[in-house]
């Protein structure tokens, strides 16, 4: 069974990334027959709206659509996401191979940052999925050591996305959003720091890349792109979890300075 590629997708603000008109969605929904033709057996999603200590994959077999965010004009919006016995145990079994702790919650939905970006690559939820927390240590040594547990996965036909951003100051979001300013003038901190993380995932494939995206904090711009580190840990897992493969950019947008940029490992 061939390699699936691996993504990081940076879903945004939901009021927009759901909008049909949305650049960011028009995008994911354009990339959705190229991810069909993948065949992937399950999707292994990593949000950077879960994190838990220890870790925890979700366990339901139909997968509550949570509205964790304000927008509440796309509250009735419901995405209807399936899990399975089968995927929760492979990817639990994967994670605790790593000799880690880790819980299935049945009771879990998948958070927005699940659900926006798979709305648009997998609308018709054929394909069932896993949400993975990020660890609550917020420690980029162990999004690492998770990246390279899920990587394995990847050839049995499961597809790993991360979903966050390659930048999330959200006092800058909404300074801008609340003053009307144009959604997609870009501050140039936001431009600067997303194109030193393109840079960094279309080098030379290997441990070396995943480990410079890992010091993203010590950046000189990463203090102002990303106050707290949660947004950016699904690229360091991902990218862990895609140490041989080429990385591409598949796309770049951005929200108020919100980075909506997508990447494909593979």
């Not at 940076?10 to 033709?37: C, I, K, N, Q, Y």
């Not at 994670?95 to 919650?105: L, N, S």
């Amino acid at each position: 069974m061939p390699r699936v590629p691996a993504l990081f997708v940076g879903h945004g603000a939901a009021v927009f990334t759901t909008a049909p008109t949305d650049p960011t969605r028009r995008f994911l929904a354009s990339l959705a027959p190229e991810v069909d033709s993948w065949k992937p057996r399950g999707i292994v999603v990593v949000s950077a709206h879960f994190a838990q200590a220890p870790l925890r994959v979700t366990g339901a077999q139909a997968l509550e659509t949570v509205h964790d965010h304000p927008a509440r004009e796309v509250y009735d919006f419901r995405y209807p996401a399936r899990g399975t016995a089968e995927l929760t145990n492979r990817v639990a079994t994967a994670i605790r191979a790593m000799r880690w702790q880790v819980e299935v919650d049945e009771q879990r939905g998948l958070d927005h940052g699940a659900w926006v970006p798979l709305a648009a690559l997998q609308p018709d939820a054929k394909v069932p999925v896993v949400a993975v927390s990020l660890h609550a240590s917020e420690s980029v040594e162990q999004h690492l050591a998770l990246g390279r547990a899920l990587a394995p996965l990847r050839d049995e036909g499961l597809l790993v996305i991360g979903s966050g951003g390659t930048t999330h100051d959200q006092q800058l979001f909404r300074q801008r959003f609340f003053t009307d300013a144009a959604v997609d003038e870009v501050p140039e901190v936001s431009r600067a720091f997303d194109a030193w993380v393109g840079e960094q995932v279309t080098s030379a494939p290997g441990p070396a890349r995943a480990e410079a995206l890992a010091r993203f904090a010590s950046h000189p711009l990463g203090p102002k792109a990303h106050p707290t580190p949660e947004h950016f840990l699904p690229m360091v897992v991902v990218a862990a979890a895609s140490e041989p493969d080429a990385g591409v950019r598949r796309f770049t947008g951005f929200q108020h300075g919100l980075s909506t940029s997508v990447f494909q490992f593979g």
